[in-house]
T-cell receptor
Framework: NAGVMQNPRHLVRRRGQEARLRCSPM?????VYWYRQLPEEGLKFMVY????????ESGMPKERFSAEFPKEGPSILRIQQVVRGDSAAYFC?????????????FGSGTRLTVV | TQLLEQSPQFLSIQEGENLTVYCNSS?????LQWYRQEPGEGPVLLVT?????EVKKLKRLTFQFGDARKDSSLHITAAQPGDTGLYLC??????????FGEGTQLTVNP
């Protein structure tokens, strides 16, 4: 069984470009979460999605950031017009359902560097 | 805003010693999870505690959830170099959103 797959593992973008981060959840998992880990900081919640629906985006910056989880294909975290402060590790997690009895499985992350 | 404070932030000990990592908050969580993260990788779930006062053991690791479900501890007995890593606690609230602590970087020296 493949775990949560994130790609690319490393992404370098120039200021002003767009960054697209992909996340394929574990098989059978319909709940996807995105977290950001800034250098020297802990993981911060960004967004929670189910298939075709955004459930909670309270952690997403108001501008330039968007996320989707289409009916078919991976979840996408999109950052438009990247700035140096967007440089961070972005982690995706998935679960089969909500509730404490269902563990979260994290991917290996995408390390975004904005130059 | 819910905050989880982890202590200590850094811990360097000798092989065979015992240690405890603490995770404290003023908020009540529906569950508390502990993760371990290796450099360049995502967090890996170690355990989930749900009930106030709950104690779970995983080999040499003992996890405890406070009675009021606001705090938790991780105790490692006879630490080994393979235990070296970043340990993270995370509290879950309704809505399946995790609030992470800043982490404890543990180094176990041979």
């Amino acid at each position: 069984n493949a775990g949560v797959m994130q790609n690319p593992r490393h992404l370098v973008r120039r200021r002003g470009q767009e960054a697209r981060l992909r996340c394929s959840p574990m098989k059978g998992h319909s709940h996807v979460y995105w977290y950001r880990q800034l250098p020297e900081e802990g993981l911060k919640f960004m967004v929670y999605l189910q298939k075709e629906n955004i459930i909670d985006e309270s952690g997403m910056p108001k501008e330039r950031f968007s996320a989707e989880f289409p009916k078919e294909g991976p979840s996408i975290l999109r950052i438009q017009q990247v700035v140096r402060g967007d440089s961070a590790a972005y982690f995706c997690a998935s679960s089969p359902a909500t509730g404490a009895n269902y563990g979260y499985t994290f991917g290996s992350g995408t390390r975004l560097t904005v130059v | 805003t819910q905050l989880l404070e982890q202590s200590p932030q850094f811990l360097s000990i000798q092989e065979g010693e015992n240690l405890t990592v603490y995770c404290n908050s003023s908020s009540v969580f529906s569950s508390l999870q502990w993760y371990r993260q290796e450099p360049g990788e995502g967090p890996v779930l170690l355990v989930t505690v749900v009930t106030g006062g709950e104690v779970k053991k995983l080999k040499r690791l003992t996890f405890q959830f406070g009675d009021a479900r606001k705090d938790s501890s991780l105790h490692i007995t006879a630490a080994q170099p393979g235990d070296t890593g970043l340990y993270l606690c995370a509290g879950e609230t309704s809505g399946s959103r995790l609030t992470f602590g800043e982490g404890t970087q543990l180094t176990v020296n041979p």
